[in-house]
């Protein structure tokens, strides 16, 4: 049961214009969720984060915005840039139990075209 | 710091061999975790370990799989014996902090044949 889902598995966007990356959670409980990128052969890089008192989080061209109701979050890059051709995955944290887990999407694989 | 360092690097084996994934986490953070990564299934938490302390091993697959934190520095990741379906990109990550990001290292990428 994936309580975090990413449902695009890829996604391709022209240089300049704005990439959308999408993420549903299906756990009420999480707070707070974070955005990671990762490059082939490398290991994941956090790149932006947002907790759940907040609705949007901006951090120069990554915004984040969360829609607590409709358990939804996305990533907006803009302008998008071929360097951010990445693999992206959306996490999520709780408050108790496993609270110290992240629980990770599949990831969406962004190409960015020149 | 070098950041969270993972060796080897890449390990071809064959179907029943030992194989021990080896991580060595940034000096200060408490909390080390090891994460599986497939195609089907994503980033899959495995363990994690807090002050060499194993919390929670609940995505431990099976059996065959183990881990070990000796000592703040150093954790391996066992398979005894591998299987074709292990093939994957095993993480290992680190934070002072579980509170907020966590940060990985480059992976191992494990093939059995």
């Known amino acids: 049961d994936q309580q975090v889902k990413q449902n695009s598995p890829s996604l391709s966007v022209q240089e300049g214009r704005i990439s959308i990356l999408n993420c549903d959670y299906t756990?009420?409980?999480?707070?707070?969720f974070l955005w990671y990128k990762k490059y082939p052969a490398e290991g994941p890089t956090f790149l932006i984060s947002?907790?759940?008192?907040?609705d949007k989080n901006e951090d120069g061209r990554f915004t984040v915005f969360l829609n607590k109701s409709a358990k939804h979050l996305s990533l907006h890059i803009v302008p998008s840039q071929p360097g951010d051709s990445a693999v992206y995955f959306c996490?999520?944290?709780?408050?108790?139990?496993?609270?110290?887990?992240?629980?990770f999407g599949s990831g969406t694989q962004l190409t960015v075209l020149p | 710091d070098a950041g969270v360092i993972q060796s080897p690097r890449h390990e071809v084996t064959e179907m029943g061999q030992e194989v021990t994934l080896r991580c060595k986490p940034i000096?200060?953070?408490?909390?080390l975790f090891w994460y599986r990564q497939t195609m089907m299934r994503g980033l899959e938490l495995l363990i994690y370990?807090?002050?060499?302390?194993?919390?929670?091993d609940s995505g431990m697959p099976e059996d065959r799989f183990s881990a070990k934190m000796p000592n703040a520095s150093f954790s391996t990741l066992k398979i005894q014996p591998s299987e074709p379906r292990d093939s994957a990109v095993y993480f290992c990550?680190?934070?002072?902090?579980?509170?907020?990001?966590?940060?990985f290292g480059p992976g191992t990428r494990l093939t059995v044949t």
């Open positions: 990550a680190s934070t002072a902090n579980p509170a907020y990001e966590q940060y």
């Open positions: 756990n009420s409980m999480f707070d707070y």
């Open positions: 000096s200060g953070h408490d909390y």
């Open positions: 370990f807090n002050n060499n302390v194993p919390i929670d």
């Open positions: 996490a999520a944290r709780g408050l108790s139990g496993s609270a110290r887990q992240l629980t």
């Open positions: 947002i907790s759940s008192i907040k």
